[in-house]
């Protein structure tokens, strides 16, 4: 059996302490003190400014659900649903789309990448958008989610449209196609998408 080990009774110093925090430096990790993790949270939480759109979107849905910002929610109803859309589209145009994605994202698994990133990530916001819509959209609310969409495009692809950097290369006309379907579905979803929300927010108040 091994000797039980003696425990030392010795009053840390103040060298102790000078190690422990040369310790911390060399490592580049943070302390665990309040100012770190709510810095750590902040990062998680809040989009960078390269970030992907669906992250903003999904950052803008949060911001929503707390009620601070109600103006804001028939614009982030319209931008969720042209996530979604375009998103998912992608594999109709290149199969190798969502496992290129999904090896970039250190997602081996495409059951994980699916639930993890497209459902909760796309298809959840969906589908609480369609439980709980705005109590009214105006038509030139998915206009404007549209322009603002297309705006962030701009601005990170520097006029290209093409997001082969912010998530992985495809050909040009996919991209383009991403985008026709992205814009269409915002300006479309305050004529079509949200009627049908408001139907199933009826049925499910009878229910």
Known sequence: MMAKQRKSTRAPTQKDDALVEDSSKSSGKPGMSLTGIAVSVFQTVV??????????????????????????????????????ISFNSAPLLDPTAFPRLAESLGMKSMVMFHIIYNFVAHALPCIVMAMFPPNRILWWSGLVAAGIHFGWGLAISRGTMQLNETYIPMKPGSWYLMWASAVATEIAAPFYIYPAALRLREIIGTV
């Open 47 to 84: 989009p960078g400014l390269d970030s992907g759109f669906t992250r903003w979107n999904v950052f803008f849905c949060m911001v929503t659900a707390t009620g601070v910002f109600p103006e804001i929610y028939p614009v982030v109803f319209c931008t969720t649903w042209g996530v979604f």
